[in-house]
């Protein structure tokens, strides 16, 4: 074992289990890592893709809420990795395993009630990963610091803006980069040592050994008064108990030469559709197309994407736009737009700032800007959405951005009452 890179040696852990309801309608159907992303991926792929590219290729996804969709989808988009080559991804339901009676009652129960089969990985070291956030991280870097500090746990952590850091737990560091306290959401965050106007966020990234770990996961299952979470309750335990580092994410993002690091959680529907939008610019700050780092996905058997119709008024056309395999955009004006798989827009009409989910028609002459429209739905001729606010709220959700969500529960709605 001593021969073996430290990735060799590891495992993630990804807690895929929360329903993300932030994303409103977005999540009715699917839980928040399953939400499609960038065209064609899921929001799940960008952890798993971080560790297949860091060379950890054993893995563990712990689901729980409407767990369908992501299921399906690793089966499909996850299934090259081979068993005989020692790698692997299982997908760990809430089943009441381990003599519980319960389901996961928080992000520590869900490795506990598992600790059986991570035992059988054989590893020395896990990562505990979040499935529904989007970066680029080379978790070898902070598996090394992790085993050069000896730490009981490593967290790793964004440095941000000290006034932002509200919604997030913070960390106390010393200049060593010990974290001196963890407090949960402060009103007041701490800085850092080197700046006092900024403030390290946790990731929900953890690194422990094994073995430590498997010990305070059983110590924490008999404490009655612990909601059973890592956030909550293990790591301010080890913070005050033991030794917790802090890992900067500066350190180990991907991103090409003098790019800042790129960290979002899009959890809301302002956020998602930003962070799309963000894809269609000129240099956008998350690299796609970077070849050395690829995020890895289902890729469907779908044909290029095809664009039909050079008349006036009647052209299709793309521009600052990302359009996915198996769309056909036919006389239809696309501007800083994101269209996934399968999309099929008619003649006449326009898709402004638009994100368009898998498998949508569009119908002649609808405008839509500013929009998100969830996976299937089909547009009605005509409709305009994204030039009266007023009107738009009275049958589809809209954010206090402007950002107008369609599904096609909400497009039933409206066809019944009109």
Not at 204 to 233: H, M, Q, T
Request: aromatic residues 8%; negative net charge.
């Amino acid at each position: 074992m001593k021969t073996k890179r430290l990735t060799q040696r590891s495992m993630v852990f990804v807690l895929a289990g929360g329903r993300g309801s932030r994303l409103k309608e977005l999540t009715d159907r699917r839980v928040k890592p399953a939400v499609p992303f960038g065209g064609k991926a899921r929001i799940i792929d960008f952890a798993l893709s971080n560790a297949m590219n860091s060379g950890i290729r054993k893995m563990a996804i712990a689901t729980q809420y409407k767990a369908h969709s992501l299921i399906r989808h690793v089966q499909r988009g996850w299934n090259f990795l081979g068993a005989e080559r020692n790698e692997f991804i299982d997908v760990l339901p809430a089943s009441q395993r381990g003599g519980t009676e319960s389901w996961y009652k928080g992000t520590a129960d869900a490795v506990t009630q598992n600790i059986d089969i991570v035992d059988s990985y054989g590893v020395d070291y896990v990562v505990i990963l979040a499935g529904d956030h989007i970066y680029k991280m080379d978790y070898e870097i902070m598996l090394r610091q992790h085993v050069e500090s000896a730490a009981d746990v490593t967290v790793g952590c964004l440095t941000v803006p000290r006034m932002e850091a509200t919604a997030f737990g913070v960390m106390a560091t010393n200049k060593e980069g010990q974290i001196t306290s963890f407090l949960e959401k402060p009103a007041d965050p701490p800085g850092t040592p080197e700046d006092p106007e900024k403030a390290l966020a946790s990731m929900g990234i953890y690194v422990f050994d094994w073995k430590f770990l498997r010990e305070w996961l059983l110590k924490d299952a008999e404490n009655p008064e612990s909601s059973n979470d890592f956030g909550n309750d293990l790591i301010p335990d080890i913070v005050a108990n033991g030794k917790a580092m802090a890992h900067r994410f500066d350190d180990s993002c991907v991103r090409a030469e003098g790019a800042p690091a790129y960290w979002k959680d899009v959890g809301t529907v302002d956020a998602f559709w930003q962070a799309h939008i963000d894809l269609t610019n000129f240099t956008p700050e998350l690299d796609l197309w970077d070849r050395d780092w690829p995020i890895w996905t289902y890729n469907a058997s779908v044909p290029p994407a095809k664009f039909i119709h050079d008349e006036r008024d009647r052209r299709g056309i793309a521009i600052s736009s990302m359009v996915s395999g198996g769309c056909i955009v036919s006389g239809t004006e696309v501007r800083n737009s994101v269209l996934f798989t399968n999309v099929h827009t008619n003649s006449y009409a326009v898709l402004d700032h638009a994100v368009v989910l898998p498998d949508v028609v569009v119908h002649r002459s609808a405008r839509l800007r500013q929009v998100v429209i969830d996976g299937g739905v089909v547009i009605p001729e005509g409709l305009v959405v994204g030039e009266d606010p007023t009107e738009d709220a009275k049958w589809f959700r809209v954010t206090d951005r402007g950002t107008t969500l369609i599904t096609q529960d909400m497009l039933d709605a409206r066809a019944a009452a009109t």
